[in-house]
């Protein structure tokens, strides 16, 4: 997994964010993190592509599209937070920290918006084949997605078709359940052990 911080050296200092707030908007939650003059925002100009899962632990805009062959998660060390000004494309997003996305979310597999003293907010549309959102401020269009369990109060049609697509192992209890052959209880998936799963390269998804 590579460390964001590991390539501070490729990221300029971003001392003034004023036109990055101007492009975003004074309306949305991220242009207070830009304004905080305890965050030590960096910049990317263009494009950026990471061959591997990637720990965000900065603060960083990126003026262009995020590519990431992998997982991104933004806890891993210290909490990030994410400009992305185009699309950001992953293969899995977990998030504890505050995303930004300009363009579009598009992500393979799961994208996880977890705890409420951040935020997620897309410009564009979400598209990933499950979208799940716990006590997470959030702002998104929905685009092409298999499973959406909303931040506050999902109905129990999200949480069993969620239930029915992920393995019984990212929910509390779930694999004990399972010997018994009974599903999990309906409930929203861990993040603990979704990350967890991700981490050591476990399957989140029946059949995968």
């Known amino acids: 997994m590579l460390t964001m911080s590991s390539w501070r050296a490729r990221f300029d200092r971003l001392a003034d964010t004023s036109a990055v707030v101007e492009r975003l908007g004074s309306g949305t939650n991220m242009a207070d993190y830009l304004q905080d003059a305890g965050i030590a925002w960096q910049y990317h ?6 061959p591997e899962d990637l720990a965000l632990d900065i603060a960083l805009v990126v003026d262009g599209d995020l590519i990431v ?28 920290g505050s995303v930004y996305v300009g363009g579009d979310l598009r992500a393979e597999g799961i994208v996880y918006g977890y705890y ?3 935020t997620f907010e897309v410009a564009g549309q979400v598209h990933a084949r499950a979208l799940v959102l716990y006590d997470k401020s959030a702002s998104y269009s929905t685009g092409e997605l298999g499973v959406e369990v909303e ?9 069993r078709a969620a239930r029915d697509i992920f393995v019984p192992q990212v929910y509390d209890g779930g694999a004990k359940r399972a010997r018994k052959g009974l599903p999990p209880k309906l409930s929203r ?20």
């Open 189 to 208: 998936p861990s993040y603990q052990r979704v990350c967890r799963r991700l981490r050591d390269g476990k399957p989140l998804f029946r059949g995968a």
């Open 151 to 159: 931040s506050y109060h999902p109905p129990k049609e999200q949480l």
């Open 69 to 96: 062959h992998g997982f991104l998660d933004d806890y891993v060390r210290d909490i990030g937070m994410l400009v992305v000004l185009g699309d950001l494309v992953v293969r899995d997003l977990v998030s504890w």
């Open 45 to 50: 100009p263009g494009d950026l592509l990471v």
């Open 116 to 118: 409420n003293d951040f």
